[in-house]
T-cell receptor
Framework: GAVVSQHPSRVICKSGTSVKIECRSL??????MFWYRQFPKKSLMLMAT?????????EQGVEKDKFLINHASLTLSTLTVTSAHPEDSSFYIC????????????FGSGTRLTVV | QKEVEQNSGPLSVPEGAIASLNCTYS??????FFWYRQYSGKSPELIMS??SNGDKEDGRFTAQLNKASQYVSLLIRDSQPSDSATYLC?????????????WGLGTSLAVNP
């Protein structure tokens, strides 16, 4: 089946540093990648939608200068958390639709970010 | 009214019983519906999709869709402790092939041995 590979699975960084999260579609071309954040025991929150070759669309309240998204190819999208702070500690997950239309969306395995 | 609503639970059932999970949606034009399972600390996993009114069965899972009532449900037969997770209902919104998903808040299911 369609796979979205997400790395790293877990990262600990110091406050003020930047962290890059990568998502690759392994056996399909992902023209669109969805980036989510999830706090413990909370629901998924869509942060932004990235489209290959164009600027990402951010959801209301999400700082685009803090969460930089790059979707330079049909198989790779990256999320960079810039100048991370402890409140950015969360579970970040990417997702793409391998089939288009009404097919289900595939998720990466997620990245647990801890900012100390 | 929220776009996608689910009972948060927790829903507790004994092992071997049928677990029934419900979801309602507000957009009458919605055409496709997804059920995801999420274990604690893991990302969501697609377990069922349904597009037509009626029932769709896959192993121990049955999805039921009633577009007139704007209602979609998930039945889990012969529930196992490994089914204990949060079940999320999701409905695509908008047009085109890569529409964003609107999520319910999820129902927590506990299957007791």
């Amino acid at each position: 089946g369609a796979v979205v590979s997400q790395h790293p699975s877990r990262v600990i960084c110091k406050s003020g540093t930047s962290v890059k999260i990568e998502c690759r579609s392994l056996d399909f071309q992902a023209t669109t990648m969805f980036w989510y954040r999830q706090f413990p025991k909370k629901s998924l929150m869509l942060m932004a939608t990235s489209n290959e070759g164009s600027k990402a669309t951010y959801e209301q309240g999400v700082e685009k200068d803090k969460f930089l998204i790059n979707h330079a190819s049909l198989t790779l999208s990256t999320l960079t958390v810039t100048s991370a702070h402890p409140e950015d500690s969360s579970f970040y997950i990417c997702s793409a639709n391998p089939g288009g239309g009404n097919y289900g969306y595939t998720f990466g395995s997620g990245t647990r970010l801890t900012v100390v | 009214q929220k776009e996608v609503e689910q009972n948060s639970g927790p829903l507790s059932v004994p092992e071997g019983a049928i677990a029934s999970l419900n979801c309602t949606y507000s957009d009458r034009g919605s055409q496709s519906f997804f059920w995801y399972r999420q274990y604690s600390g893991k990302s969501p996993e697609l377990i069922m999709s349904i597009y037509s009114n009626g029932d769709k069965e896959d192993g121990r899972f049955t999805a039921q869709l009633n577009k007139a009532s704007q209602y979609v449900s998930l039945l889990i037969r012969d529930s196992q402790p490994s089914d204990s997770a949060t079940y999320l209902c999701a409905v695509p919104k908008g047009a085109g092939n890569n529409r964003k998903l609107i999520w319910g808040l999820g129902t927590s299911l506990a299957v007791n041995p």
